[in-house]
């Protein structure tokens, strides 16, 4: 054990921490920490100095409240409610009904939407409506159902995580059902950039490698009377969001979903038969958590080329890692550039919920929204992340051909349409 390290376990034996208040780890930290304890004699009267409110500092913690608000807002169907009856004021106390909610309380946070400018309240606090402001976060709510409910077990216990990273998964979960619910919310945007680059593909059998809540499965095979599909996710709570649409859309006598770690499809394809005979497949951001991994000794894209005989087609849409400071980018190869169906960099205004410009990326521009919580997420998860163009290089090094290339609404997303090259896999 390294000098000043804690032999406490950081959880009971139901996965709560017991140590909220531990004492600062080096001998000279404790004797301050003691210091500060001491009774000490009546101090001078000091004229108080006012505190600088209006700093980078409050701009942080109004963004952390903003980000919890906007969430508790679309999990409670709030938001929705706002977006189908606007753009007339809503009673606050039918939108209390719609989200089973006490009225007073529910009051208190469209309070503070309206001070960060998502709603407007009239005066008596009884009507709100959405803002323009209001609108654009509602767009790429997903990315705050992610970074909140998906990853705020993570974010909540990061002191946790840098003394004991493997209580990742033991006492510190991802929430799968957010995660995938918030991939799902972001769909709607994405949607369009999708078809564009999938619409004249034929096939009669999709995979989704990675299929969350089954948004893009239903998507596809709901357009195709013929066409049949499966969905595989390693978490269960996933698969259980992905049963409940594709049975409310009624396609389930067409659609299976398999709980199943991909690594194990790959390894093993004939143990999973209603999986390897898929002529598509389809992957939306699941596919760096293996793309850096060997599977019997080969690279994991081309046992994954292999282990899907039948494919004409893989289409993969992936985040990834901002380039280093000084390195050349990549974001106009294949698809131009962004475009005004990106999603924001800055202000509130642009869907970056009361952060405005805290977080900069390589070079002093804004980083892109939820590109720190989707960075910082797996780094202190384990799961390496790539950029555009080392994972661009890994496609061509592993056996595929690139047909096309988008970006995928976000700056540091992209959607790869590929086909396996001729020749062995």
């Known amino acids: 054990m390294l000098p000043g390290a804690h032999s406490r376990s950081p959880t009971t034996g139901l996965g709560r921490r017991i140590d909220p208040f531990p004492l600062p780890r080096s001998q000279g930290?404790?004797?301050?920490?003691?210091?500060?304890?001491?009774?000490?004699?009546?101090?001078?009267?000091?004229?108080?100095?006012?505190?600088?409110?209006?700093?980078?500092?409050?701009?942080?913690?109004?963004?952390?409240?903003?980000?919890?608000?906007?969430?508790a807002l679309t999990v409670t169907g709030v938001l929705d409610a706002l977006v189908v009856t606007g753009p007339a004021p809503v009673p606050v106390a039918d939108l209390a009904e719609v989200g089973d909610a006490e009225p007073s309380v529910l009051r208190a946070l469209l309070r503070t939407a309206h001070r960060l400018g998502l709603v407007a309240l009239d005066e008596e606090?009884?009507?709100?409506?959405?803002?323009?402001?209001?609108?654009?976060?509602?767009?790429?709510?997903?990315?705050?159902?992610?970074?909140?409910?998906?990853?705020?077990?993570?974010?909540?216990?990061?002191?946790?995580?840098?003394?004991?990273?493997?209580?990742?998964?033991?006492?510190?979960?991802?929430?799968?059902?957010?995660?995938a619910l918030g991939c799902a919310q972001n769909w709607s945007f994405q949607r369009p950039i999708f078809d564009e680059a999938t619409g004249d593909l034929g096939f009669a059998k999709v995979a989704d490698i990675g299929c969350g809540a089954a948004a893009r499965l239903i998507h596809l095979v709901g357009a195709r009377p013929d066409a049949v599909g499966v969905g595989v996710d390693v978490s269960g709570e996933a698969c259980q969001l992905a049963r409940q649409n594709v049975k409310s859309a009624g396609l389930d006598d067409r659609?299976?979903?398999?709980q199943a770690d991909m690594r194990d499809v790959v390894a093993s394809p004939r143990s999973f038969p209603q999986?390897?005979?898929?002529?598509?497949?389809?992957?939306?951001?699941?596919?760096h958590h293996f793309v850096g991994e060997r599977v019997g000794g080969r690279p994991f894209l081309a046992a994954l080329r292999s282990a899907f005989p039948q494919a004409r087609h893989f289409v993969f849409a992936d985040g990834f890692r901002e380039p280093a400071e000084?390195?050349?980018?990549?974001?106009?190869?294949?698809?131009?550039?962004?475009?005004?169906?990106s999603v924001g960099t800055g202000s509130a205004g642009t869907g970056s919920v009361g952060t405005?410009?805290?977080?900069?990326?390589?070079?002093?521009?804004?980083?892109?929204?939820?590109?720190?919580?989707?960075?910082?997420?797996h780094d202190f998860t384990g799961v390496p992340l790539w950029t555009h163009a080392e994972q661009r290089d890994m496609?061509?090094?592993?056996?595929?051909?690139?047909?096309?290339e988008l970006p995928f609404g976000h700056p540091l997303e992209w959607l790869f349409v590929l086909s396996p090259a001729p020749g062995p896999a």
């Open 125 to 179: 606090g009884d009507a709100v409506e959405l803002t323009t402001a209001g609108h654009q976060a509602y767009r790429v709510r997903g990315y705050f159902t992610a970074s909140v409910g998906g990853f705020g077990d993570v974010f909540r216990h990061l002191d946790t995580l840098l003394t004991w990273p493997d209580e990742f998964g033991r006492s510190v979960l991802q929430n799968g059902h957010y995660t």
């Open 356 to 377: 405005g410009s805290v977080g900069t990326a390589p070079g002093g521009a804004p980083s892109p929204l939820f590109t720190l919580a989707y960075q910082l997420f």
């Open 326 to 341: 000084g390195s050349v980018s990549t974001d106009s190869v294949g698809g131009g550039s962004v475009g005004a169906d």
């Open 275 to 287: 999986v390897a005979d898929a002529d598509l497949v389809t992957s939306y951001f699941i596919l």
């Open 29 to 71: 930290a404790r004797s301050e920490f003691r210091a500060m304890a001491r009774p000490h004699d009546p101090a001078a009267p000091v004229p108080p100095t006012p505190l600088p409110v209006d700093v980078p500092a409050a701009e942080l913690l109004n963004g952390f409240i903003g980000s919890h608000v906007l969430y």
């Open 255 to 258: 659609i299976t979903i398999v």
């Open 395 to 404: 496609f061509l090094d592993t056996g595929y051909v690139i047909e096309r």
